[in-house]
């Protein structure tokens, strides 16, 4: 061997050890971070936090309200060509930078790392408020035991239970919603703190499972009640020339972009868990679809409930079809009442949102935690308590009092419609069309995922989504500039509303100014990150032996 080839010879080794020693160390950094111990534990995560209360108690009277059977075609439509092709967006952002929303933004281009603390202040502003709904229905699900709400299931949830009085931001506690508020608080910090795969991942295992379960039995128990068929026949007989509305096809893709957490930073910090050579495209299938086969039972549940509601009161079933806070407090408690073994019924249906619930929130939070983790090293438990204390107390302060209803509502309704919707309408744009990123992100989800993506997928992500995303959000602009969101008062409506969007970017923004910890790898996927690169050794966190980094175990 001659001397140059020696030296080639040994300067590729050397390269060859530090690459090594790179991957190894990227290794621990990922293991200290957490990570799913197998794709089955992160699809489980990722539909725990996809399916959700705009599951149940959204998606039944969007489609009732936009064409019936009809609907499903847009809403296909929409799942194929913008939802499943943004998940995998959000997908390959964060399996290949492989950290929270703003460190993986600020390895895919250190500029675009405000885009990731944006998505972060959204998630927390989603967690104060969501968590007070989780309590509404623990409380409810004890409720139906004897039903508490008696002959009038409104005057009891505004009444009674919230004790709202006039539209007016006070400080006076209700009790019976601050205990329940804060033992959610309490069960979700735990969770948080054991981690991501004993905490996050385990809670996955048991809660999806049951949650299945229960619903299941909840559908098959209304669909026996009489009436049940008219239920399903108003929410399934099409209105063909429903196609042909705008708005129809608007709601449709605001029905998949809600119901499929993306966008705002919760799919980029799971999938920066995921092991490197997992088929990140065959598992974005998978959540896709389960969301939506969810959704559809949850339609058939509900409507076969209302059905029932609507032939015990002989009126048609258009009398007392609606959706959200109203279908759940008011609509369903009604059915309980009137139905045999209404208690079974009640347990199971507000037993699925507190499950339902607690696993988004759980998600939600994470993208704060993981955020904050990465940007100053801190531990998993001191993260924990340095977000989710302060958010439990402004849960606590803004959502346990006599206006909490009304604060919930508007900030629900303007985080929703333009904190969500622009956060992922913007970082798509530029994440597409500014820093050209896309075909880079595909070729990473080549590598192991099949069916593999290509220009198709490109197309849909660059110019369909988008398009999809930005008529939602111009005909909630003009819905909201016609009128005052469900007529509050405007200092209400600025203060919670239109101030909090505005606020968010500008706190997104200042955040991204603050220094990453020593050491942190930017501008690009960390060394180790390669998904066709070979599996590396790395001591074992608990022995400190050397071996094969598994990733887990691929199942």
Known sequence: MSATAGDHAGKSGAGKTGAGRAGAAQADVEQRRGVFTSRRVFILAAIGSAVGLGNIWRFPYVTYENGGGAFLVPYLVALLTAGIPFLLLDYAIGHRHRGSAPLSFARLRRGTEALGWWQVAICFVIAVYYAAVIAWSLRYTLFSLDQAWGSDP????????????????????????????????????????????????????????????????????????????????????????????????????????????????????????????????????????????????????????????????????????GGGIGLAFIAFPTIIS??????????????????????????????VISAVRDKFDTGRLTATLVVGVPAAVLSLVLFSTTSGIYVLDVVDHFVNQYGILVVALVSMLVVVWAIRALTG??????????????????????????????????????????????????????????????????????????????????????????????????????????????EGDHR
């Open 338 to 367: 009137e139905a045999p073994a209404g208690a079974l019924l009640g347990v199971l249906f507000f037993g699925s949102l507190v499950i339902a619930g607690l696993t988004s929130l759980v998600s939600v939070i994470e993208v």
């Open 154 to 321: 409104e005057a009891f949830f505004f009444g009674e239970f919230l004790q709202a009085g006039d539209v007016r931001v006070t400080t006076d506690v209700v009790p019976g919603v601050l205990v329940p508020l804060a033992l959610v608080w309490l069960g979700v910090l735990v969770i948080m703190a054991l981690g991501v795969q004993r905490g996050i991942g385990a809670t996955s295992l048991v809660f999806i499972p049951v949650l299945l379960v229960a619903f299941a039995a909840l559908v098959v128990q209304a669909l026996l009640l009489p009436g049940a068929g008219a239920g399903l026949d108003a929410l399934f007989t099409p209105d063909w020339s429903a196609l042909t509305s705008a708005s129809v096809w608007a709601a449709a893709f605001g029905q998949i972009f809600f119901s499929l957490s993306i966008g705002f930073g919760i799919m980029i910090t799971y999938a920066s868990y995921v092991g490197r050579r997992e088929d990140m495209i065959g598992s974005g299938l998978v959540v896709g679809f389960s969301n939506s086969g969810f959704e559809l039972l949850a339609g058939i549940g509900v409507f076969a409930a209302l059905g029932f509601m609507a032939q015990a009161n002989g009126v048609p079933v258009d009398a007392v079809a």
């Open 441 to 550: 992100l595909g070729e990473h989800l080549n590598v192991h995922g099949r069916p593999r993506v290509g220009a198709t997928w490109r197309v849909l992500t660059s110019v369909v989504a988008p398009t999809g995303l930005a008529v939602v959000l111009v005909l909630s602009l003009r819905d909201d500039l016609g009128a005052p969101y469900e007529d509050y008062p405007t200092w209400l409506l600025v203060v919670f509303g239109w101030a909090m969007v505005l606020v968010l970017p500008v706190v997104g923004f200042l955040l991204a100014r603050l220094p990453w910890r020593a050491g942190t790898h930017l501008d690009g996927p960390p060394p180790g990150a390669d998904p066709a690169a070979p599996l590396h050794a790395t001591p074992d966190p608990t022995t400190g032996a050397t071996g094969t980094h598994h």
